[in-house]
């Protein structure tokens, strides 16, 4: 698998491994994410994504294969001084206030006292939690939690921010403006690495994905794959007569219902010929789309009948030491 | 300073959690019960000397000591449990709910968190066996009117005990999950009591194997036996005369040797804690 991102990548890791006793949870991946790139990290749960990012993290230690984060070995502290993390399903001490929650972990970046309360400040506006600051994590909701845990992921102003699915709990309105807060970290050249299930966010909001399976990339390329592009979906107020004599030589019919037809062009780059004919032959030509692959046909394809097998099973699992 | 931050988040942890509160209310009725305890015994005691016209008035003295005496062993006992207690889920418990996690992909090293949280369950350990162990013998001067001989070298060697049980319950805690970290530390106090008290029955019966068994124990675990140490200074000589070997406190003076290798004890315990977290996958 070669990457076709920038040099020098933000994250390069190859041949990586982890075992669990006799369970391998992550067989050989291999990954490289540009600088600045919106990266969607995707797979059915058990495949490695978890024990992949915590390798990545340094939290646990790969059984095999090794790289580089921010240019630095993996499991060095001082590469994550420049990284932000939110993790799924993390707990909130009840205990702490929204500010009191920032202020602590800002510490434990090493921002002084002053710097830590103005960018809590800064990021429970950010994040729509402005004024709640002062109340304790248990009167939280959900949603609120996980604005909070974003705020905390980007105290720093990292260069690199792991999310593991951060709009889960977030209500549409909320993954709105946590798909803003995405763009926004892109144009401010924030790498993000994100951890999702739901194929149509990291489509609308990432450059690039890795599909991983059985602890394997499966694919690493862009979002949405431009191979399924010789075929044309075609709206037609009154189909001509004889169609497949007229698009003889550009394309054949695959399917038709009424005047809707989807068509397999024989050559890519055959849409204007198919127009044209379709419109010498007197047809009233109303659309013509291109058919692309949706990320979901993809992901299916490459993870196959194990996403079904896998998504009974417990999340992700992982065994404790 | 990191390790301070994450001392200081142990500490207000505990503090918030109303594990502060819930020790208070547990202390507080314990030293009511005490107190009232040791009254009820004064006023007898009084009543008998008048009655057999203070024939021999050390030997109301003596049941005196022996009320704070055993008082200060619910004291130990109460503030060893607050040690396994207030450590048990220090690292285990946000493991499992990945709250350390959150910590870790931040820079810091792994080593910072257990001298952070060594430093915080450690300080509310000994700050908590200190303050009661003060309560009581100060309520005990007013009620009864004695205060043991050696009160500064006593509670040194109690929160010396109770450190070596916050050591190894962080240790514990570092190398597998909460409820098995707690029965093991629960077990590893059980260990230690039986060791005193084989060691007592075996001077006591002149078996050495016995008595052999139970010092290795104590090297084992040596909570209990710092306990030993400690409530020897609580006794007058008449007292530990009295006495002889028993197996809740102690009557031979604390060696030397020994007391050092508690403390040894207690910082491998923190440094075998900090290794095992090192080479945990989280």
């Known amino acids: ?321 | 300073m990191t390790v301070l931050t994450i001392a200081g988040a142990s500490l207000r942890e505990a503090w918030n959690r109303r594990l502060v509160l819930a020790l208070i209310l547990v202390s507080v009725a314990f030293l009511a019960l005490y107190l009232y305890g040791a009254h009820l015994l004064n006023t007898r005691l009084v009543e008998r000397a008048q009655a057999i016209a203070a024939r021999s008035g050390g030997g109301i003295t003596l049941a005196r000591h022996q009320m704070v005496l055993l008082g200060m062993y619910v004291v130990d006992f109460l503030a060893s449990f607050m040690a396994i207690f207030a450590g048990v889920g220090a690292i285990a418990g946000e493991l499992e709910d990945h709250s350390l996690q959150l910590v870790l992909a931040k820079p810091v090293r792994r080593w910072q968190v257990i001298a952070g949280k060594a430093l915080g369950s450690g300080t509310v350990s000994v700050l908590y066996a200190t303050l009661l162990s003060l309560a009581l013998l100060a309520g005990s001067r007013v009620v009864l009117g004695v205060t043991p001989p050696g009160v500064v070298p006593a509670i040194l060697l109690i929160d010396l005990g109770i450190l070596v049980l916050s050591g190894l319950t962080l240790l514990a805690s570092s190398l597998t999950h909460t409820l098995t970290a707690g029965v093991a530390m629960v077990m590893a106090y059980a260990l230690a009591w039986t060791g005193s008290v084989l060691t007592s029955l075996g001077e006591l019966t002149n078996i050495d194997v016995l008595a052999t068994l139970g010092r290795d124990t104590r090297l084992l675990v040596p909570s209990d036996a710092l306990w030993k140490a400690g409530s020897y200074y609580l006794q007058t000589p008449a007292m530990r005369a009295q006495e002889g070997p028993n197996p809740l406190f102690g009557v031979n003076a604390p060696d030397a040797a020994f007391l050092i290798y508690a403390a040894v004890y207690v910082l491998v315990a923190f440094v075998l804690a900090g290794l095992a977290f090192q080479r945990r996958d989280l």
């Open chain 1, 1 to 321: 698998m070669v990457s076709d991102a920038p040099a020098p990548n933000v994250i390069d890791v190859h041949g990586l491994v982890k075992r669990y006793g006799r369970r391998t949870a992550v067989d050989g991946l291999d990954l490289a994410v540009g600088a600045g790139e919106v990266f969607g990290f995707l797979g059915p749960n058990g495949a490695g994504k978890t024990t992949t990012v915590r390798m990545l993290l340094g939290l646990a230690r790969p059984s095999a294969g090794g790289g580089s984060l921010l240019g630095r070995p993996l499991g060095d502290p001082e590469a994550r001084r420049q990284v932000g993390y939110l993790p799924e399903n993390v707990h909130f001490p009840g205990w702490f206030t929204g500010l009191g929650f920032l202020r602590y972990h800002g510490a434990l970046y090493g921002l002084p006292g002053r710097e830590v309360d103005a960018r809590a400040g800064e990021a429970l506006e950010r994040l729509g939690l402005a004024g709640r600051g002062g109340d304790h994590l248990r009167g939280y909701s959900h949603g609120m939690l996980q604005r909070l845990g974003l705020a905390q992921a980007l105290l720093n102003r990292p260069k690199l921010v792991f999310l593991d699915e951060p709009t889960s709990a977030l209500d549409p309105r909320g993954r709105r403006e946590v798909r803003e807060l995405l763009d926004e970290l892109r144009s401010q050249g924030t790498t993000v690495f994100l951890n999702s299930h739901l194929l149509s966010e990291v489509e609308r909001t990432c450059d690039r994905v890795a599909i991983v399976a059985d602890g394997r990339t499966r694919y690493l390329g862009p979002t949405r794959p431009d191979d399924g592009s010789n075929e044309l979906d075609v709206s037609l107020d009154r189909a001509p007569d004889g169609l497949e004599r007229v698009l003889a030589g550009v394309a054949t019919v695959t399917s038709r219902r009424g005047g809707r037809l989807r068509l397999r062009l024989a050559a890519a780059g055959a849409a204007p010929d198919v127009a044209r004919r379709l419109i010498d032959a007197g047809a009233r030509l109303q659309s013509l789309t291109p058919v692309r692959r949706e990320l979901e046909d993809l992901f299916l394809e490459l993870t196959g009948a194990r996403a079904e097998e896998t998504a009974s099973e417990a999340s992700d699992a992982r065994v404790p030491a």
